[in-house]
């Protein structure tokens, strides 16, 4: 499973891709892996939907835009594990295939406008949510909490039980709570690379250490976070971007998607391209998945 799980960019591909072929690269297929919504985000919940079973509590409520894969994967857990759902929507957004799909997976939906959205982290407003919707359990937004970050350990199990090392594991980043489960877990590479989706964010060093020290984790290997290549900012797209990704899937028949994935494979072919990085060390690139979240683009199928 976990072999199968990663496949080589270099199976039968004859003609680079634009310019600079992707031999040495593997692709942990995350995408694939997850029920009914496949990626990191179920990994960040196991633990948290597990801490509520163990308190008896049938009800999680958590927060996200319009397009969240994190409540995409919180309404299907829900669905599959008879566990009521409640979603808090950053307003003024239109109605999406994304909010279509959690109401029908039965997650009820709670529109707030982006002023009230802004206190989602706020301890305060968390307290009044817990009394207004309890008892529940309150997910934090994208799942960026400690027990996320234990999830996120079984990913890098997967990884080290495959027996192989990497000299560079490297996956996208939005809150750090993914990277720093396998910063705490990864035993079978060199160095861990996390790939900056946002703009404007420069700290993610200091996130990602705050998240392992709050989940009583330290790092087990170096790693480090790169900012050029968020293509304009968060869910942005441009048209390296657009190309490379439209490349990508033509030649690799991988789906990706331009908020995450896109960017991290135009990064690791950036690097390479340029001579950063070796075109024959062994790098493993995590696909995370959120492939649900194409439906926002109409450049893709
Ligand atoms: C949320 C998400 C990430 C980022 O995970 P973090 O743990 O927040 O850093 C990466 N890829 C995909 C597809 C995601 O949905």
Redesign the pocket.
Known sequence: MAQNSTISLSASVESPILGQFLDNVHLLRLDLMGGKAP???AF?LRANLEKARQQGISRIVSFGGAWS??LHALAAAGAELELQTIGIIRGGEQETAMLQDVQRLGMKLIMVSRQEYRQRNDPQYQQRIEQSYGPCLVVPE???NPA?VRG?LAIANLINQQGRQWQRVV?????????AGLAAGLKSAEELV?IS?LKGVNDMEHRVKEILSMSELTARLPWNVLYDYHCGGFARTNDTLRTFMTEFERVYKVRL?P???GKMLLAIHARIASGQWSATEPILAIH???LQGRRGYSWLD
Do not use: D, F, Q, R
Request: hydrophobic fraction near 20%.
């Open positions: 990626g990191n985000k960040k894969n994190h994208g799942g960026a996320g996120c996956l996208p980043v939005g809150t750090g709570t993914t990277l996390g989706a998607e908020v995450y994935t995370t998945g959120g």
